[in-house]
């Protein structure tokens, strides 16, 4: 097992600490650090995607997975997988996708553990049709903080504060997914263009429950009537009697492509308003008014910011801010103020995302809620950016809905508990479960959790 | 901890009664800092920026504690760091002196130099010791701009601050990579109250050397300092100019020649 001293920060780059990263490569030798880490605790880290600080913990010891990264039984039949935590969604692709069988939920980005979407409990596209990530395992191998592995199961206390629990209730070491069954590795995409704001809600509202996976990339920049003007991308795995010719030969190849990584120095404000007016501008007008069935590889569907390595190096040495959102069906107007508050106040997100929840998962500080999610991504140096996202945050408690802490790297400790009703029994049950605080983070620490 | 624009939520400040330091104890207090220790010798002024903190909703202890006594610093800080995590803390403690009677009696120059650079060392290194251990935060040391290029007119509190300006540096260095951010503030003159800064269309060395510091337009204020630390932290700055055109204006001064340097009336 190596070890090494390191600053880390999340895929934000913000608020660096350092931390005594250890790298297990068995069971075994993570039980022996979590039961030999210090009064500051451990947490473990997979791929570094969460943007705020989940996965960091200032001098103590932080459990680097991705060496834990077998995949152990595949099920051809059933779709079911057990796999370490450490095997990221990258790898369960290549591996699934040519036995046709694809990863139940995938965010923005498919460098994320499997460990990671379970302590995060990660949402998609999909978010309306299938639910969060923890909803398809069907069981878990959590290290507690005795060293003892314990099997979790769906419908227990101990999943439910597992599942969104940020790593704070112990380690993943292993999970059984179910995966979705697929034919080939494209996508048939269908695009709109909305106008505006409730022109996108209300496709949204009508249209969505029509497709597996649903999501809008929004302008926020836009003002006036076009305030909130959007592009709604909606999509299928698609048959394969729907493929190209090219592309029926291997229907279910997956070969992602790369572009070279992005620099390390980068001029703060390169994306600033007047160049992000212009790429949003850009992408608004060269989308479809509206296009049907549209072919789309896998990778160019859900992840097409992955194909430029460490793309978060773009917003230069000040890092970024991701804010994601929800407010429950029925607080549209509250969203609506929110939108305008964004555009009147010139905020450059470049990849804005609304996208329609669907039921709301069990864990308990999972984020998915039924409703409007909006998430988005501003340069750390925006003057007087953190004083208006907590104006932010209180509108959105106030529409009773709450922030990602996943995504978090800013909220106030006193906003939780409004936020996350269930947040008093995750307390509990961790001070009865890790009394000594094996298990801590930057954000546990920011946030008491 | 610190947020992603480096607001931190517990604040330790040596010399509890400078004015700087309040300032930007009051400014942080505003954005997410809940947990506030004023560092200093007992005295009514420590009790009442304590209590003035505390109408501002944050939890604040006051601490003895003597920058001349460096024997005690380790048990004295020490402690404040048992109890919690430090997010910050801002060495604001120091003397400025009175340069004519300082010339005349050794021993209260001195007294400046051991107040304003080997306490500073001390409780410097404590905090620094504490702050690696736990593997985050940042040292703030307010230095001055007087300790670039030191002065006919107050040598003896500008080699202090050149001292205390030189060992932070190091100690910047040293820390790097550990999680440690160490910042030096270098302000100009600090205004003695809050007032309207002169209408100067031009800022020009010979304009800042021909004109009193009172009206210059390089001196600044405490709130100027708490607002050029607070982006300090968010920018992760080592090096702090308030206000930034001091910048330009002490890299000119420092590289004039002694005998014009001189006769220069700075």
């Not at chain 1, 497709?211 to 394969?240: F, N, Q």
């Not at chain 1, 953190?386 to 509108?395: I, N, R, T, V």
């Amino acid at each position: 097992m190596s070890v090494d001293t390191v600053s880390l920060t999340g895929w934000g780059r913000t608020a660096p600490t350092t931390a005594l990263r250890f790298r297990p490569r068995t069971y075994e030798e993570a039980a022996a650090t979590v039961l030999g880490c210090g009064p500051r605790g451990s947490i473990a880290r997979g791929l570094g995607r969460s943007h705020g600080d989940a996965a960091q913990n200032a001098g103590g010891s932080v459990l680097d997975m991705t060496a834990l990264n077998r995949i152990r039984t595949i099920d051809a039949g059933t779709g079911l997988v057990v796999c370490d935590a450490g095997v990221s969604l990258h790898r369960l692709m290549e591996v699934l996708l040519p036995l046709g069988w694809f990863a139940p939920v995938t965010p923005a980005t498919r460098h994320v553990t499997v460990g990671g979407a379970i302590g995060a409990d990660i949402h998609g596209r999909n978010h309306h049709f299938s639910g969060s990530f923890s909803r398809h395992v069907q069981e878990l191998k959590l290290l507690t903080a005795e060293g003892e592995i314990r099997t979790v199961r769906p419908g227990t206390d101990l999943f439910d504060a597992t599942a969104g629990g940020l790593g704070l209730t112990g380690v993943i070491l292993s999970a059984t997914l179910r995966c979705h069954r697929v034919t080939s590795s494209w996508m048939s995409v269908d695009t709109e263009r909305t106008v505006d704001l409730d022109d996108l809600l209300a496709r949204l509202s009508t249209g969505d429950h029509r497709y597996r996976y649903s999501a809008a990339w929004i302008d926020l920049l836009a003002r006036g009537r076009a305030t909130g003007r959007s592009v709604i991308t909606r999509g299928e795995h698609a048959p394969r009697y729907a493929l190209p010719a090219h592309a029926r030969r291997t229907p279910l190849a997956f070969r992602p492509g790369q572009l070279p990584v992005a620099p390390l120095l980068v001029p703060e404000g390169l994306l600033g308003r007047t160049s992000v007016a212009l790429l949003n501008e850009l992408h608004y007008r060269s989308a479809p008014r509206y296009r049907v069935g549209e072919l789309q590889k896998l990778p160019a569907f859900f992840h097409p910011l992955d194909c430029l390595p460490h793309w978060n190096r773009i917003h230069g040495r000040g890092g970024s801010v991701r804010y994601q959102f929800v407010v429950g069906h029925g607080q549209e107007e509250a969203l609506r103020r929110i939108v305008r508050q964004i555009s009147r106040r010139r905020c450059p997100s470049f990849h804005a995302v609304l996208k329609r929840f669907g039921e709301g998962d069990p864990g308990w500080l999972s984020f998915p809620m039924p409703g409007w999610a909006l998430a988005l991504d501003l340069p750390a140096a925006l003057p007087g950016l953190a004083g208006f996202l907590d104006s932010l945050d209180e509108e959105v408690a106030e529409a009773g809905g709450r922030v990602c802490l996943a995504k978090d790297s800013r909220l106030r400790p006193q906003m939780l508990a409004a936020m996350y009703p269930r947040l008093a029994e995750f307390r509990s049950l961790r001070a009865e479960l890790d009394p000594n605080g094996a298990f801590r983070s930057d954000l546990s620490r920011r946030l008491s959790l | 901890m610190k947020d992603a624009f480096g607001a931190p939520q517990s604040l330790l400040v040596l010399g509890g009664t400078s004015r700087i330091a309040l300032a930007t104890a009051r400014r942080l207090i505003a954005r997410r800092t809940r947990t506030v220790w004023l560092a200093g010798r007992p005295s009514p002024g420590l009790e009442s920026a304590a209590a003035e903190l505390r109408t501002r909703g944050a939890d604040v202890r006051t601490v003895d504690f003597d920058a001349l006594d460096s024997e005690s610093h380790e048990t004295a800080l020490g402690k404040i760091f048992t109890e919690g995590d430090i997010d910050m803390v801002l060495l604001a403690f120091g003397i400025a002196g009175d340069q004519e009677r300082d010339e005349e009696e050794p021993l209260s120059a001195v007294r400046v130099a051991r107040t304003n650079y080997t306490g500073a060392v001390s409780a410097g290194l404590v905090c620094a010791g504490a702050l690696q251990a736990q593997g985050h935060g940042s040292l703030v040391v307010l230095s001055s701009a007087a300790g670039e290029r030191v002065r006919r007119a107050d040598f003896i509190y500008g080699s202090s601050k050149a001292g205390l300006d030189a060992f932070t540096q190091g100690l910047g260095d040293a820390l790097y990579g550990t999680g440690v951010h160490v910042m030096v503030v270098r302000p100009g003159a600090v205004r003695p109250k809050t007032a309207a800064r002169p209408a100067t269309p031009r800022l020009t060395v010979a304009r800042f050397a021909a004109a009193p510091l009172e009206a210059s337009p390089l001196t600044t204020t405490p709130d100027a300092v708490a607002a050029a630390i607070v982006t300090g932290l968010r920018r992760r700055s080592e090096t702090v100019w308030v206000p930034g055109s001091l910048r330009v204006v002490m890299s000119a001064l420092r590289h004039a020649p002694r005998p014009l340097f001189r006769r220069l009336p700075v």
